[in-house]
């Protein structure tokens, strides 16, 4: 095979495997779109906190050291223990449901019934409280996660495929952070499906997602509803942060893939699991061919920044609705 | 007491119709518009005009033009950043291709450079509508800020990819570069305010203004009854970018002197005027003032008790910060969704019926 095309290959896999990181992000959106019909800007930021968190935890810093530090002058960093990576995951998990019920109680539960684009704007709030919360609780330099996740490339892959090119070819370079990420992706929508198919819990949150006020009338808590489905985003936002912490450490830019997850939402629909998963595969593919094959060689790189947005507006020119998004029917 | 339409007798539509219908108003506006340009250009220094007069203005601006879009016409954008560096960069191009003419021409011209641009971003928005908008102005957002960092014609091939602010003048008065005195900055920035404001206000009660809001509250309704959404939609864009490139190229030339398009125009730009509108006061001119000045001051504010006062690191009082701009966006939108315009709205009533209420 010629080595272009190959590297196309190459190129085209870590795409799907970016792809699938983008669409955990995405996943979280859905969640809470579909149960809510809130748009949850924050779902980055949620992301970054419960990576910063678990970090913490696993450290053992002192939460507000710097804050404690600057008001009292005392010199506290670190308790001096470490926690095993499962029960820091754990904790963090309980944190994220705290979270998501103090954001329940304290926010949405006072803005029901207000304009869709009020309560988005009410999450960007939240993702701005939330950053400057984070970065105060656990101070704001970049953190290394390590969980026990493998790193580096996967050379059993590239030995095995060298001899399908020529000289300079040395087999495809893939992740194996990403290759793990893809089967925590696919086990994390397989139980999601599972929860929502099979649980009472489960029925419960499609009922709200299809009709409020009909769940309320056969006796489905909302206010419970919105806690369990924070809840889930929150799991799903450490899911990701965890992937996306573990490739590129704990930083504030973790906080911006949120933003990527727009243009993944906006092309599988707001509304659709299956959605969010395909349009996250076509985004991060899309761009990464995109970069490979026109970016870098005409127009001087980087053209990932915009791709994905780009490519968004121009889909959503031609099908409002995304590709698996329920047909928008407006009535005056 | 003072405060009231009685003995205010209007003999004719126009002053009906007037912007300050009673008269306290109108003495309150005409007493800060001469504090404003007889009184501040002579006691103000460096400080004051870099640290609060001139960003406050220049955001005002912005957050006009983006109230006219997102407030009066109702399309969210998340692009003002974008747009404001396309009036920048618009303005360092006029300013170095063509350097004997006055600044304020620059300035112009660069509204009216982004106001094409903005048209152009502005047509997904006939198709596209809310949320699925909001996220198509991230393109534009984004892909300007990548053009504006790769094409280097641009920036004039200068080797660090930033822009600077040549010396330029206006009726012989330096208003950019180092050498620029505090009031020729602040007055130069004060005009553009008060002639933006006088045409928003003017523009938003009139035809123009109403059809925008009868897309904002129902686009179909709108269009049964015969507005055109098209032209609505994209005037709206268009004088909304115009206000935003005017802000853009102020915000370069006169406060920055120096940008690079990725930290001075970035996501958190367009952010951080969508805030000013949203305290502000959404589809309202006041608004658009009240919320620039608050963003503007509140940072100031909390530097200086919080580094100043209490002597807190400036990290944890730029942590403390966002926490406070999230906090209080909740709390507005829980409390006030309608801003502090609504709650001068609000204030102004009582007074009317001070001191008996009933």
């Not at chain 1, 299956?274 to 001087?300: C, Q, R, Y």
Request: aromatic share 14%.
């Amino acid at each position: 095979m010629p080595d272009q095309l190959l590297f196309a290959i190459e190129v085209t896999m870590n795409g799907l495997m970016a792809g699938v990181l983008y669409a955990l992000v995405a996943l979280g959106f859905v969640l809470i779109f579909k149960a809510s019909g809130i748009f949850n800007y924050a779902q980055g930021v949620m992301a970054l906190f419960a990576a910063m968190t678990l970090v913490g935890i696993q450290n053992g810093q002192v939460p507000f050291a710097h804050l404690i530090n600057a008001v009292f002058g005392t010199e506290v960093h670190h308790f001096g223990w470490h926690v095993p990576a499962i029960l820091a995951i754990l904790l963090t998990a309980c944190v994220m449901v705290l979270f998501a019920w103090i954001v329940e109680r304290y926010v949405l539960k006072h803005l029901v019934g207000q304009p869709d684009i009020i309560l988005f704007m009410a999450t960007i709030g939240l993702a701005y409280f939330m950053e400057g919360f984070g970065d105060l609780m656990w101070g704001a330099d970049i953190k290394k996660l390590d969980v026990g996740l493998p790193q580096g490339g996967s050379f059993w892959l590239e030995e095995n495929t060298a001899w399908l090119g020529g000289e300079g070819f040395y087999g495809f370079f893939i992740d194996k952070l990403d290759m793990v990420a893809t089967v925590v992706a696919a086990i994390l929508v397989a139980s999601l499906v599972a929860f929502s198919q099979y649980t009472k819990q489960g029925r419960a949150m499609r009922a709200v997602a299809d009709d409020h006020q009909a769940a309320l009338s056969v006796g489905v808590s909302l206010r419970f509803i919105w806690v369990l489905v924070w809840s889930l985003a929150g799991f799903v936002a450490l899911v990701a942060g965890i992937m996306w912490g573990a490739k590129s450490g704990v930083q504030f830019s973790l906080s911006l893939i949120a933003l990527k997850a727009l243009p993944v939402l906006m092309l599988g629909g707001f509304t659709s699991i299956p959605g969010a998963i395909v349009g996250g595969l076509i985004i991060g593919v899309g761009e990464k061919l995109f970069e490979f094959l026109i970016g870098a060689p005409f127009l001087g790189g980087a053209t990932e920044n915009w791709f994905a947005y780009m490519l968004a507006l121009l889909f959503l020119v031609f099908r409002p609705q995304g590709l698996f998004g329920e047909k928008i029917i407006e009535r005056v | 007491m003072l405060y009231r339409e009685a003995g205010d007798f209007k003999t004719s539509y126009q002053k009906d119709s007037q912007t300050f219908p009673l008269k306290f108003d109108r003495m309150g506006y005409w007493t800060v518009m001469v504090v404003a340009f007889l009184v501040v250009p002579f006691v103000i220094n460096d400080y004051w005009a870099n640290a609060v007069a001139v960003p406050f203005l220049i955001y005002a601006i912005a957050a006009l033009g983006l109230n006219i879009l997102t407030g009066y016409a109702g399309q969210v954008s998340l692009g003002t950043g974008g747009f404001m560096a396309v009036g920048a960069y618009a303005c360092y191009k006029l300013m170095t291709m063509f350097p004997e003419v006055s600044m304020l021409v620059h300035v112009v011209l660069a509204g009216g450079i982004t106001a094409l641009v903005g048209v152009l971003f502005g047509l997904p928005s006939l198709r596209i509508k809310g949320f699925y908008l909001a996220v198509a102005t991230l393109a534009a957002q984004f892909f300007l800020v990548w053009l504006f960092n790769k094409v280097p014609w641009f920036y004039n091939y200068s080797a660090s990819g930033q822009i600077n602010a040549p010396e330029r003048t206006v009726f012989g008065i330096i208003v950019t570069g180092p050498n620029t005195e505090a009031w020729a900055k602040y007055l130069f920035c004060l005009i553009f305010v008060v002639v933006l404001a006088w045409i928003a206000r003017n523009l938003t009660r009139g035809m123009t203004g109403r059809k925008w809001m009868a897309i904002r509250d129902m686009d179909i309704a709108a269009e049964i009854i015969g507005v055109n959404p098209l032209m609505a939609k994209l005037t709206a864009f268009a004088v909304s970018s115009f206000f935003v490139g005017i802000a853009g190229a102020l915000f370069f030339s006169i406060y920055l002197g120096a940008a690079e398009v990725g930290e001075a125009f970035g996501i958190q730009k367009s952010f951080l005027i969508l805030f000013m509108i949203i305290i502000g006061g959404l589809g309202s001119i006041f608004g658009s003032f009240a919320g620039a000045a608050f963003m503007v001051l509140m940072p100031v504010f909390l530097k200086n008790v919080l580094v100043g006062g209490l002597g807190w690191p400036t990290d944890l009082a730029a942590h403390l910060e966002f926490i406070i701009v999230g906090g209080l966006i909740v709390v507005f939108l829980i409390l006030e969704p309608h801003g502090l315009a609504q709650l001068w709205r609000l204030t102004k009533e009582k007074l009317r019926l001070w001191p008996f209420p009933h």
